[in-house]
């Protein structure tokens, strides 16, 4: 059984870039799940998505905007990066829309200069 | 405005010690409380969690207590080893049919430091 995976580990981006970050669920799981973690805080959701649709979204402006493709792998894009856009992000799997645990993957660490 | 609020934000305890954890929710339609541990540089891993219709739950040396007329949960850590030093966030969600589901909802954290 394979846990989640997400690449790249690090990342620099300038002000105003765009930027994909992919994330591979855990094998068996339909539901993706992106996070936020800014330094010393607690991740903050950002949106959900189950059998390739969106399923919820946190507090994020729209310039955040996701995928999930038919393999239930997942994308975060970002557009016109802000220096407050750094952070750790996060993916979780889990089973189903009404899934039980949530699977985090080790992360991506934007740093926006 | 904060939904969970957890305390203390840092802990220290000698190596055989108890460390607790508290945590404290605004929203009564959580329904799903767990506790996830986060090493540097890694992603969070869930822990142990609990749901409102138990007051306790046991994993090993990990036990959640759940107060569900105060809105509050807490993590204990028996024995304490140096390996569980690491930052213990708590979490809320919501199973709700039409949003979504799992949602996790974290605290800010505490990084317990367990002293040998």
């Known amino acids: 059984e394979t846990g989640v995976t997400q690449s790249p580990t690090h990342l620099i981006k300038t002000r105003g870039q765009q930027v994909t970050l992919r994330c591979s669920s855990q094998?068996?799981?339909?539901?993706v799940s992106w996070y936020q973690q800014a330094l010393g805080q607690g991740p903050q959701f950002i949106f959900q998505?189950?059998?390739?649709?969106?399923?919820g979204r946190g507090n994020f402006p729209p310039r955040f905007s996701g995928l999930q493709f038919p393999n239930y792998s997942s994308e975060l894009n970002v557009n016109a990066l802000e220096l407050d856009d750094s952070a750790l992000y996060l993916c979780?799997?889990?089973?189903?829309?009404?899934?039980?645990?949530?699977?985090f993957g080790q992360g991506t660490r934007l740093t926006v200069v | 405005q904060q939904q969970v609020k957890q305390s203390p934000q840092s802990l220290i305890v000698q190596k055989g010690g108890i460390s607790i954890i508290n945590c404290a929710y605004e929203n009564t339609a959580f329904d799903y409380f767990p506790w996830y541990q986060q090493f540097p540089g890694k992603g969070p891993a869930l822990l142990i969690a609990i749901r409102p219709d138990v007051s306790e739950k046991k994993e090993g040396r990990f036990t959640i207590s759940f107060n569900k007329s105060a809105k509050q949960f807490s993590l204990h850590i028996m024995d304490s080893q140096p390996g569980d030093s690491a930052t213990y966030f708590c979490a809320a969600s919501i199973n709700d049919s039409g949003g979504s589901n799992y949602k996790l909802t974290f605290g800010k954290g505490t990084l317990l430091t367990v002293n040998p």
């Open positions: 998505y189950y059998r390739e649709e969106e399923n």
């Open positions: 094998s068996g799981h339909n539901t």
């Open positions: 979780a799997s889990s089973l189903g829309q009404f899934g039980t645990e949530a699977f």
